[in-house]
T-cell receptor, first 113, second 114 residues
């Protein structure tokens, strides 16, 4: 069974630009979540989607947005990039059951210059 | 709010040594608890889980027991290998209605020397 696939693996962008990251969940998983990982703040929750609806959102500015498609694939978008947005962005998928663990992809490394 | 406090690293051990990484949590209700491992340049891999008090999660020689009375979920391994060198994260999963969210500890860097 294929794992969570994130594309691209690496991105370099300039301040002020926008970026879109993509995530394909494990087959059969309908819940997709996104996390940001930085050396200073650690792992922080961005948002969770289920059946194309955002169920939960973390404490990030409105520049961070996402969506989920009918095939459960998800994208996240960051507009007006800032230097502080440089991070590893991790996508996770899970079954929509209360105690089901989240399975993570290898992430997209975003560098903002 | 929910939080996870994890043993500060880095931790350096010799091969075949005993490993303990402490993890305590604060949460309302009864969250599920997890340990994830991250190897360089990769994402997080689920190592083990426990969903209720006194559950013991185990995988690849690693173990952790969900202790409700001490709100702890310490990770242990009897004999570490060089290949266990990685960053280890303790996490709790909370559900609020239909929404689910992981809260992570700060991570513990483990280096095992041959």
């Amino acid at each position: 069974k294929a794992g969570v696939t994130q594309t691209p693996r690496y991105l370099i962008k300039t301040r002020g630009q926008q970026v879109t990251l993509s995530c394909s969940p494990i087959s059969g998983h309908r819940s997709v979540s996104w996390y940001q990982q930085t050396p200073g703040q650690g792992l922080q929750f961005l948002f969770e989607y289920f059946s194309e609806t955002q169920r939960n959102k973390g404490n990030f500015p409105g520049r961070f947005s996402g969506r989920q498609f009918s095939n459960s694939r998800s994208e996240m978008n960051v507009s007006t990039l800032e230097l502080g947005d440089s991070a590893l962005y991790l996508c996770a998928s899970s079954l929509a059951q209360e105690n089901s663990p989240l399975h993570f992809g290898n992430g997209t490394r975003l560098t903002v210059t | 709010g929910d939080s996870v406090t994890q043993m500060e690293g880095p931790v350096t051990l010799s091969e075949e040594a005993f490993l303990t990484i402490n993890c305590t949590y604060t949460a309302t209700g009864y969250p599920s608890l997890f340990w994830y491992v991250q190897y360089p340049g990769e994402g997080l891999q689920l190592l083990l889980k426990a969903t209720k008090a006194d559950d013991k999660g185990s995988n690849k020689g690693f173990e952790a027991t969900y202790r409700k009375e001490t709100t702890s979920f310490h990770l242990e391994k009897g004999s570490v290998q060089v290949s266990d060198s990685a960053v280890y994260f303790c996490a709790l999963l909370t559900s609020s209605g239909s929404a689910r969210q992981l809260t992570f500890g700060s991570g513990t860097q483990l280096t095992v020397l041959p």
